[in-house]
């Protein structure tokens, strides 16, 4: 398992043990993405998993979740308090992912974050929690008393634990909240939870870490394909809009030093590193869908008819899936879908 830094950092590779899914990051000048690529599948065995320093104590673990499985990227933040972990994975790629959190820190596992209520986010929940400890008020010393002291809180938007308590799996939220903005400070440094309504669900939160300004996006964004709008769950496309224009907002470019290449970095739920340039891109093409999903509704068209227009035209051969568990029928139909609901 490598320890990669991004480029525009002072490179600080350490090898922790060997493994071989790319997670590279490079970023040039100011408009080259960064380009954290995530596993080309085929080649990579599938339980490689790369940690990526982001910031001194802040982590992105990537790579495959096990047998088949895909696991959303893990931001872990580790310091003097203890590891908070933003996104467990998925339950295939939980034992390696807390490998790789043991490797980077020996201080207990003092929070899970779950941007949302997909299993490749929180299938690794349990595992994660158990070997965390709860965090005392006012004391950070060990005294764990009791079994439920001795697991890390799950923290998450009210609508996570509705949508697993449909499953009879483990690993529910054990500390959710249904208002806008959750807040803690640990680790030096505020941690904002804020809750995006109905955007890929109902339930995403952005993680976002003040001091190390870097924002965790959850699957409001997706490099690697169109966002998933899960409209059944009370995604919709309005929202999805509306946290990716939030999302942008919040982010900060290296203005007007632009050779500097710092600022805000937004790790989305999969996929490479972002910077706010990255986010008003991904947010504009969104954006331009659904204007042409909207006029072509407007014109009167049916589904079928809308899907023949090709409305995600010019962004296809980056983002659409031809098939796959989300291709670009997919998502046209989301967005009509989402606006045809909110016309009735
Ligand atoms: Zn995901």
Same mark, same amino acid.
């Given at each position: 398992m490598t320890i990669r830094s991004p480029a525009w950092r002072r490179a600080r590779i350490v090898t922790v043990a060997a493994s071989c899914v790319a997670l590279v990051a490079l970023y040039g000048s100011r408009r080259e993405p960064l380009q954290a690529t995530v596993p080309q599948s085929a080649a990579a065995p599938s339980n490689s998993l790369e940690?990526?320093?982001?910031?001194?104590?802040? $982590?992105?673990?990537?790579?495959?979740?096990?047998?088949?499985?895909?696991?959303?990227?893990?931001?872990?933040?580790?310091?003097?308090?203890?590891?908070?972990?933003?996104?467990?994975?998925?339950?295939?790629?939980?034992?390696?992912?807390?490998?790789?959190?043991?490797?980077?820190?020996?201080?207990?596992?003092?929070?899970?974050?779950?941007?949302?209520?997909?299993?490749?986010?929180v299938g690794g929940n349990e595992t994660i929690a158990n070997a965390g400890e709860k965090i005392f008020a006012g004391a950070l010393g060990g005294g764990a008393q009791n079994a439920a002291?001795?697991?890390?809180?799950?923290?998450?938007?009210?609508?996570?634990?509705?949508?697993?308590?449909?499953?009879?799996?483990?690993?529910?939220?054990?500390?959710? $909240?249904?208002?806008?903005?959750?807040?803690?400070?640990?680790?030096?440094?505020?941690?904002?939870?804020?809750?995006?309504?109905?955007?890929?669900?109902?339930?995403?939160? $952005?993680?976002? $870490?003040?001091?190390?300004?870097?924002?965790?996006?959850?699957?409001?964004?997706?490099?690697?394909?169109?966002?998933?709008?899960?409209?059944?769950?009370?995604?919709?496309?309005?929202?999805?809009?509306?946290?990716?224009?939030?999302?942008?907002?919040?982010?900060?470019?290296?203005?007007?030093?632009?050779?500097?290449?710092?600022?805000?970095?937004?790790?989305?739920?999969?996929?490479r590193l972002c910077d706010q340039y990255d986010v008003v891109e991904y947010r504009d093409m969104v954006t331009i869908i659904r204007d042409r999903v909207r006029d072509l509704i407007k014109a009167g068209r049916s589904l079928s008819e809308v899907k023949a227009a090709q409305p995600a035209k010019g962004y296809m051969g980056r983002y659409g899936n031809p098939g796959g568990a989300w291709t670009t029928d997919h998502f046209i139909e989301a967005v009509y879908r989402s606006l045809a609901r909110e016309k009735s």
């Open positions: 940690i990526l320093e982001v910031r001194p104590t802040v $982590f992105v673990i990537a790579g495959l979740g096990g047998p088949g499985g895909d696991t959303a990227n893990v931001g872990v933040q580790a310091g003097e308090d203890g590891v908070v972990v933003v996104d467990a994975g998925s339950a295939a790629a939980a034992p390696g992912v807390l490998d790789a959190i043991k490797r980077l820190s020996q201080k207990p596992i003092r929070y899970i974050i779950d941007t949302g209520p997909d299993a490749d986010h002291e001795r697991v890390a809180p799950i923290l998450a938007a009210e609508g996570v634990l509705r949508h697993m308590a449909k499953s009879p799996a483990g690993g529910w939220p054990t500390e959710v $909240f249904h208002y806008s903005r959750k807040s803690m400070y640990l680790n030096g440094e505020a941690i904002e939870v804020l809750h995006q309504p109905a955007a890929h669900t109902d339930s995403d939160v $952005f993680a976002f $870490f003040r001091r190390s300004d870097v924002l965790f996006a959850g699957d409001v964004l997706d490099t690697r394909q169109f966002p998933v709008i899960d409209v059944e769950r009370g995604g919709s496309i309005q929202g999805e809009i509306a946290a990716l224009n939030r999302l942008a907002e919040l982010a900060v470019v290296s203005v007007p030093v632009v050779t500097r290449e710092a600022g805000t970095i937004v790790v989305p739920g999969h996929g």
